[in-house]
């Protein structure tokens, strides 16, 4: 499988690398190391939807400013490689025509739910990180590793980990660290992907959980986002990242919520500890994983809350 990859990009003269629609460390680190290896006649693809921002944080990656966006994208491609590309529906727009008539696709990534759309499928599910699973594939093909393709490893891996905090973590992902750690400095690293944040995005994190609301003797933490809230802080949809995981952090909370207005119904995010949040969300049929999961419930903000929260208590 690994000789057919890189014949693949050997034989092709036009290669466009896809990251996901709102792109993440690991989509964007994995773009960026596959093109360092590629060189010229690969183009990064990076897509923005709705309310969402460019990634700047992500700009100290080589090759991520030169990417094209869905406005300035041609045809011109024979081969389409998707990084971390969880599934085809995650591609949208024009670059999901280009890539449904391409000649030669590849699809390389860790989610256990990708159904393999490419012509060539490399996805090992359950590893860390589409940065881990790539690192594999170019050291079995005994491919160099260069500082700029560490970068982009190393920065997909730090993020997809949590910084090696998730259960996905294991020997061979420190192994694969330990050999990146030595081709760059990772605390700068750390830094760049951690200490650039917009202030708004910590102001509005920050009013969001003081007006947390608890009950069920703490065991349940929440939060609303109101449209209102959303407008004062000019928040962008990825200011909502990580405040759910921070009103789970507190001790005794058992499950935690959080639920967003947006035009087309109420998003409710939830992570827990023990129970299974999948069971709440396909009450609204939505879905995830056991302790991350989401839904969307069609009414209006208020009624959404009262509706769920009934939800919620009954899985206490
Ligand atoms: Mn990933």
Redesign the pocket.
């Known amino acids: 499988m690994e000789k057919e990859i890189l014949k693949s990009i050997e034989d092709s003269s036009r290669i466009l690398i896809i990251t996901h629609v709102n792109p993440d460390g690991?989509?964007l680190g994995c773009a960026s190391a596959l093109k360092s290896y590629i060189g010229e006649k690969a183009d990064i693809l990076i897509q923005i939807k709705d309310n969402f921002n460019f990634p700047n944080t992500y700009s100290f990656l080589p090759h991520i400013n030169n990417s094209k966006n869905l406005s300035n994208l041609n045809n011109e491609y024979d081969l389409i490689i998707a990084v971390?590309v969880a599934s085809i529906d995650r591609i949208i727009d024009k670059a999901k025509n280009i890539f449904e008539k391409a000649q030669n696709t590849i699809v390389i990534d860790?989610h256990k739910t990708n159904s393999g759309y490419g012509k060539i499928n490399y996805i090992k599910g359950g590893i860390s990180?589409?940065g881990e699973v790539l690192f594999d594939l170019f050291e079995k093909s005994n491919i160099e590793i260069t500082s700029d393709m560490a970068l982009g490893l190393y920065s997909a891996i730090l993020t997809?980990t949590g910084c090696f905090k998730y259960e996905s973590t294991t020997s061979h992902t420190f192994e694969i660290a330990s050999s990146l750690s030595k081709l760059i400095n990772t605390s700068n690293v750390a830094d760049l992907c951690y200490t650039n944040k917009p202030k708004n995005l910590i102001l509005f994190q920050n009013y969001l959980i003081s007006n947390a609301i608890f009950c069920a003797n703490d065991k349940i933490a929440y939060t609303l986002i109101t449209k209102e809230i959303i407008e004062k802080f000019s928040a962008k949809d990825e200011y909502t990242e990580g405040i759910c995981e921070t009103l789970r952090s507190i001790s005794g909370v058992e499950i935690a919520f959080v639920l967003k207005e947006t035009n087309n119904g109420v998003k409710a995010s939830i992570r827990t500890k023990e129970i299974d949040a999948t069971r709440i969300a396909e009450k609204f049929n939505g879905g995830g994983h056991k302790r991350a999961a989401g839904c969307t419930i069609k009414e209006k903000i208020n009624t959404a809350c009262d509706i769920f929260i009934k939800e919620v208590l009954a899985h206490i």
């Open positions: 690991d989509t971390d860790h990180s589409t997809d």
